[in-house]
Antibody
Framework: EVQLVESGGNLRKPGESLRLSCATS????????MSWVRQAPGKGLQWVGR??????????DYAAPVTGRFTISRDDSKSTLYLQMNSLKTEDTAVYYC??????????????????WGKGTTVTVSS | SYDLTQPPSVSVSPGQTVSITCSGD??????VCWYQQRAGQSPVLVIY???KRPSGIPERFSGSNSGNTATLTISGAQAMDEADYYC??????????FGGGTKLTVL
């Protein structure tokens, strides 16, 4: 069974930093693409960023609101995903979900889609 | 940025069929996913690649995508289907994009 367990959520002041972790099990983490998605209180889902597997270069992509402030990394030896959040803003207050990707091969091309979600960890940014 | 538009809310009577739309420019050129989020829970994937159901998702959930509109259809809605539903697609400039979400009420 795929399991994703986020941790590290806390209360921070604007301008401070925080690192989230996502411990995984039940699948081949080193070949998995992973994303972080957040949800502000009472709001919808917002993608934060993605990291590909090292086989696919381990490259990262980020949403515009977090580019330059947030960094996604992975430790395949620990099957763990990270989100380093710097220069936090009040609008970063949200539940942060770790998500793993599934794959399929329509039309003989690889298609990646966000599949299993963790339970989330809460980040509050307030003075 | 790329935007996906969903109706804020829809309602359905138990046992009836309901459709939730998701609109975006040339959305039919991309694959669409749908996620169900019950109150207080994490999102769950119910449709991927426009119309594929993950294992464990009931057959009453189906999807389609053409032109500028993707549609999630629940045939024979049940009380347990009451939730927020989000469409999602990939845009090469914006990344993963979610619709604003649709609150489904079964009454």
């Amino acid at each position: 069974e795929v399991q994703l367990v986020e941790s590290g959520g806390n209360l921070r002041k604007p301008g401070e930093s925080l690192r989230l972790s996502c411990a995984t099990s039940g699948f081949s983490f080193n070949s998995a693409w992973m994303s972080w998605v957040r949800q502000a209180p009472g709001k919808g889902l917002q993608w934060v960023g993605r990291i590909k597997s090292k086989t696919h270069g381990g490259t990262t992509d980020y949403a515009a609101p977090v580019t330059g402030r947030f960094t996604i990394s992975r430790d395949d030896s620990k099957s763990t995903l990270y989100l380093q959040m710097n220069s936090l803003k009040t609008e970063d207050t949200a539940v942060y979900y770790c998500v793993t990707y599934g794959t399929s091969s329509p039309d003989h091309e690889q298609y990646y889609y966000m599949d299993v979600w963790g339970k989330g960890t809460t980040v509050t940014v307030s003075s | 940025s790329y935007d996906l538009t969903q109706p804020p809310s829809v309602s359905v009577s138990p046992g009836q069929t309901v459709s939730i739309t998701c609109s975006g420019d040339k959305l039919g050129d991309e694959y669409v996913c749908w996620y169900q989020q019950r109150a207080g829970q994490s999102p769950v994937l119910v449709i991927y690649q426009d119309n594929k159901r993950p294992s464990g998702i009931p057959e009453r959930f189906s999807g389609s995508n053409s032109g500028n509109t993707a549609t999630l259809t629940i045939s024979g809605a049940q009380a347990m289907d009451e939730a927020d539903y989000y469409c999602q697609a990939w845009d090469k400039n914006t990344g993963e994009v979610f619709g604003g979400g649709t609150k489904l009420t079964v009454l």
